[in-house]
Structures are given as C-alpha cells and as structure tokens.
C-alpha cells in the first residue's frame, strides 16, 4: 500500500471518528438538556471542533442528533450504481437477498456504532419532534425502494406487494437496531444483522403454502 493510501485511509478514520463523537454530544445534550435546549455552538464546543467544521459534517443539528443528514437519496451519485445494479436484477438475483444489500449501502450513509444506536433510541422515545422527522425520512426512503421494486420486478408485481416487501425490510431494519443497540462489541454488526433478519423472515414463511 502506497503512502498517500495510508493517508487517505488515516484521513477517512479520522473523519468517521469525528463523525461519531459529534453525534454522541449531540445525542448526550439532547438527552441533558431536550433538543431546543442546546446550540449549534455549545455542540461544537462539546464535540471539540470548530462552528465550521460541525457544518461540514452535519447542516442542522436534527441531521447531528439522528446520525445523518436528510433521507438518503438513491439517485445520487453515491448510491446511482447501487440502485442501477438492484434495478437490473443484482447483485445476487434474489429479490430478499438484494433489498439486503441495498440496505447495507443505505446504511453506509448514516453513522449507527453501538452506543449511539443505544443513545438514539433513547433520544427518540424523548422526543415527538424527532421521532416525526425519522418518521417521515422512512417514508421518503421507502417510496424510493417501492419505486425501484416495481421498476426491477415489472408492473405485474404490483405496488401492494412492492410495499409489503420494503415493510418487510423496515420491519426487520427495527428488528436488528434493537439487537445492535442491545449487543456487545464483539457481537455482528448491524449490516450483518439485517442479512441475519431477513434470513428469519424467509425461514418464517418461505416454506408456508396458501
């Protein structure tokens, strides 16, 4: 590996560190103080970065406290491929097995380590207004999931079904938040425990006749 790869890849683990600890102190003075208890400021301040560099990480401090900024958006560059490649069939051919993976990628976009995914819930039952927001960026999401499900299975497959599997995937998202937030640090990663859900549900009724 060549130097500037040690230093992109030293320069990305410094960010992703700085990510955490600022969604951390956001979470921890929501919890002390209530959402409209705090600033911008007195976040920087506690996170020990500057005004500016809180912005460049999260642009509101709704974005700071829920680990992410807005609802991802599968049309963007960073997720286009993911998309087209769900789209087109892939990657495993396998409609369960690839909403798996797909969420992997959505997942990247968000930062949820062991002890903010436990701080976040906690925040969340603390809070009407942030409990809308998650809400309504789930929604947003999942329109966009329902949409490429129809445009990958065809018009036959029908928009009922198309929900009833991105529900699924919801369902089962909830599912392992509760079993990563609960877990100990050498216990699967939340990625690995939406696969390991997912795999649950089809155990539960892949073999089932109507």
Do not use: W
């Not at 700085?18 to 920087?44: K, N, P, S």
């Not at 976040?120 to 809070?127: D, F, H, K, P, Q």
């Not at 599912?175 to 939340?190: C, I, K, N």
């Amino acid at each position: 590996m060549g130097l500037s790869a040690l230093r992109s890849g030293g320069r990305a683990e410094k960010q992703a560190q700085t990510r955490v600890r600022i969604v951390r102190c956001a979470q921890r003075l929501c919890l002390d103080a209530g959402f409209d208890g705090f600033t911008m400021d007195e976040l920087a301040e506690a996170a020990e970065v500057s005004r500016r560099t809180l912005f460049n990480y999260f642009p509101s401090k709704v974005d700071a406290v829920l680990g992410g900024a807005e609802a991802p958006d599968l049309a963007s560059e960073d997720l286009a491929d993911v998309a087209g490649t769900f789209r087109a069939g892939g990657p495993h051919g396998r409609l369960g097995d690839d909403l798996a993976e797909l969420a992997r990628h959505l997942l990247a976009t968000q930062v949820i380590d062991r002890e903010s995914a436990r701080l976040r819930r906690t925040v969340l039952t603390s809070s009407p207004r942030l409990l809308t927001v998650i809400h309504e960026r789930f929604e947003t999401i999942a329109e966009q999931i329902v949409g490429l499900v129809l445009e990958r299975e065809g018009p036959d497959f029908g928009p009922v079904r198309a929900r009833l599997a991105v529900g699924v995937l919801v369902a089962v998202f909830d599912s392992a938040m509760e079993a990563f937030a609960q877990g100990e640090p050498d216990d699967p990663e939340l990625a690995d425990l939406v696969t390991d859900h997912l795999g649950l549900v089809a155990e539960l009724f892949g073999d089932r006749t109507t």
